[in-house]
């Protein structure tokens, strides 16, 4: 684990002065991009999400937009950086293991990362949250959370309410999450083959 830690600081150290910056926009700043991307959509849900809970106002936004917006974009960046950044970089820097480096697995990783945290965790949390408040200022009829079945059926409800607004949204952050993957296993393939070629930095 600490050789990898190594040659992670290594590598970012170079990404971050490599020239020109747009040669490795992807690798510098994609993750921050997908990140942004995860907490609009999940902006977009909230919203979704408060209106079918009849929470219009500002009631109860900053409980709500902790949960949603927040932790989602956090966690992304969390588990691109364990599943993607960390064995892309790894991959391309370690003779053992490029062998085994799958580009098309790590892009669908990828876009399957952005659209968990951009839609399956937003959607989640915007039910418990929203539900939450809603049960504080009566603004909707909320089952209790034993009757299991009921919930269920909120829970289909709420999300067959923006089931369209859903659907484009999962498809925006695979595509999103996927050709930022994309252009990342391309960029660390330059810098790794302009290195070995010419070594300019070290």
């Known amino acids: 684990m600490s050789v990898i830690n190594e040659v992670v600081k290594k590598h970012r150290k170079v990404v971050s002065s ?3 910056q747009t040669s ?3 690798l510098a700043h994609g993750a921050t991009m997908s ?3 995860v907490a609009g959509s999940s902006y977009m849900v909230l919203i979704r999400m408060r209106q079918f809970f009849n929470l219009y106002s500002q009631q109860y936004l900053l409980g709500t937009l902790l949960p949603v917006v927040i932790l989602p974009s956090a966690g992304y960046i969390i588990l691109q950086d364990a599943f993607v950044d960390r064995k ?3 991959g391309f ?3 053992e293991t490029r062998k085994s480096l799958c580009s098309t697995c790590l892009e669908i990783r990828g876009s399957f990362i952005q659209m968990v945290s ?3 965790a937003p959607v989640l949390f915007s039910v418990s949250s929203c539900a939450s408040a809603s049960i504080s200022y009566r603004t909707f009829p909320v089952p209790e959370f034993t009757k299991y079945r009921k919930v269920f059926g909120l829970v ?3 999300c067959g ?3 369209s607004t859903l659907i484009l949204l999962t498809l925006a952050n695979a595509v999103v999450g996927g050709f930022i993957t994309e252009k990342m296993v391309e960029q660390h393939a330059l810098v790794s083959a302009t290195r070995e070629t010419m070594n300019p930095l070290k």
């Open 161 to 163: 309410s923006f089931s």
């Open 18 to 20: 490599w020239h020109p």
């Open 24 to 26: 490795v926009w992807a």
């Open 93 to 95: 820097s370690l003779p």
């Open 156 to 158: 289909c409800k709420a």
């Open 118 to 120: 951009g839609v399956v």
């Open 88 to 90: 892309l970089i790894s």
């Open 35 to 37: 990140a942004l991307c």
